[in-house]
């Protein structure tokens, strides 16, 4: 199985690129957001130093833009800590896996500068992260973890699609959410084959979970050690 391929022949980064350009950004833009490596680290020291509590996440479109931005901080924080502490032997065939951790880091710095960029002043500040509950030099711990935090992803971008009142945001979050379906693919199959269409995440329709934001933001905050004011954003 490839993470990125599927038959329509579309790729995981084209669906990222689409949702780029949904937002209103250039091919030029997203190659330069997903391409940065050095970001991953920058933004990680930015995480580190924001601090407040009780941080007001704002109302209607607002809020929900800035819900799925704290949750594209979550993950790309995540990645680049696996990225930067591989739990691969070298001599082992999980040594390929790394590239892919990669991967998944740069698409979901993009989903990040993809809020930020949307939000301007209107976006939260940076969050702080906890990830000491995952023990990164350990693969079982690292998917484990990735595909809780991606089961969660994929169903807080459902959620949130059908909440915006502007509907030119739909496009756009449906994109990411169909790559975050094709990331959790992976991880779960990675850590046990072919697992992606259990019970646990696919009901009986051929579905995937939905969740409301008063639902997913308080599973990722077990990540985050900011808190925030989510009164204003719209649920169900």
């Known amino acids: 199985m490839k993470l990125f391929d599927n038959p329509q022949g579309h790729t995981a980064l084209d669906n990222l690129e689409g949702a780029f350009r949904a937002s209103g950004y250039s091919r030029r833009g997203f190659l330069k957001t997903a391409g940065v490596v050095a970001g991953a680290g920058l933004l990680l020291d930015a995480c580190r130093r924001g601090s407040s509590n009780n941080v007001g996440m704002g109302s209607g479109d607002v809020g929900l833009l800035n819900y799925l931005y704290v949750i594209s901080q979550v993950q790309a924080g995540f990645y680049s800590q696996a990225f930067s502490t591989p739990y691969y032997n070298p001599s082992s065939t999980q040594a ?3 590239a892919l951790m990669q991967d998944l880091r740069d698409h979901h710095l993009a989903y990040q500068a993809i809020f930020a960029k949307i939000l301007l002043q209107n976006a939260v500040s940076n969050v702080v992260l906890q990830l000491s509950q995952v023990t ?11 595909v809780t ?9 459902n959620g949130a699609a059908q909440l915006f009142s502007n509907s030119v945001y739909v ?11 094709r990331h959790a693919e992976y991880v779960r199959d990675a850590l046990n084959y072919n697992s992606f269409g259990d019970g646990s995440v696919i009901d009986s329709n051929g579905l995937g979970q939905v969740l409301s934001p008063h639902v997913a933001l308080p599973l990722f905050q077990t990540y985050i050690q900011t808190t925030f004011d989510s009164s204003g954003v719209p649920s169900f």
């Open 96 to 98: 390929s896996e790394l």
């Open 171 to 181: 496009p756009m979050i449906f994109k990411i959410a169909a790559v975050e379906g």
């Open 136 to 146: 990164f030099a350990n693969r079982t711990s690292t998917l484990s973890h990735a």
């Open 149 to 157: 935090l991606q089961d969660w992803a994929v169903g807080a971008y």
